[in-house]
């Protein structure tokens, strides 16, 4: 399966934004998709992940409260909302996708290009 993020940008802190996640040549319903970020300098962080059903997700400490995420599998598309954001969350976002339900990266078989958001303060 190909993934593809879109929707970054820069925005001024305080402000939302919807990352979109859109999957092609593979079958989308079968994999459980994460959204991780990496800041210049920084590890890779997961942020959230969602099961192949859209049933369960997971979201890490840093972000929960203000990012959620959900799927609709027949437009292929897992969505990352962002809400409140802050200079800090300046990174590239980066969706993924795996059989296993998992907030570690090397879980992930398949990932997309990222896409850039930067928040201005």
């Known amino acids: 399966v190909q993934l593809q993020a879109f929707g970054g940008g820069l925005v001024q802190a305080g402000a939302s934004l919807r990352l979109s996640c859109i999957a092609s040549q593979g079958t989308f319903g079968g994999f459980n998709i994460g959204w991780f970020r990496q800041a210049p300098g920084k590890e890779r962080e997961f942020l959230t992940v969602?099961?192949?059903?859209?049933?369960?997700?997971l979201s890490g400490d840093s972000v929960k409260g203000r990012y959620t995420i959900s799927r609709d599998n027949a437009k292929n598309t897992v969505w990352l909302q962002i809400n409140t954001l802050r200079p800090e969350d300046t990174a590239a976002y980066f969706c993924?996708?795996?059989?296993?339900?998992?907030?570690?990266?090397?879980?992930?078989?398949?990932w997309g290009q990222g896409t850039q958001v930067t928040v201005s303060s």
């Open positions: 993924a996708a795996g059989t296993r339900y998992s907030k570690r990266g090397q879980d992930y078989d398949y």
């Open positions: 969602i099961s192949s059903t859209g049933i369960v997700t």
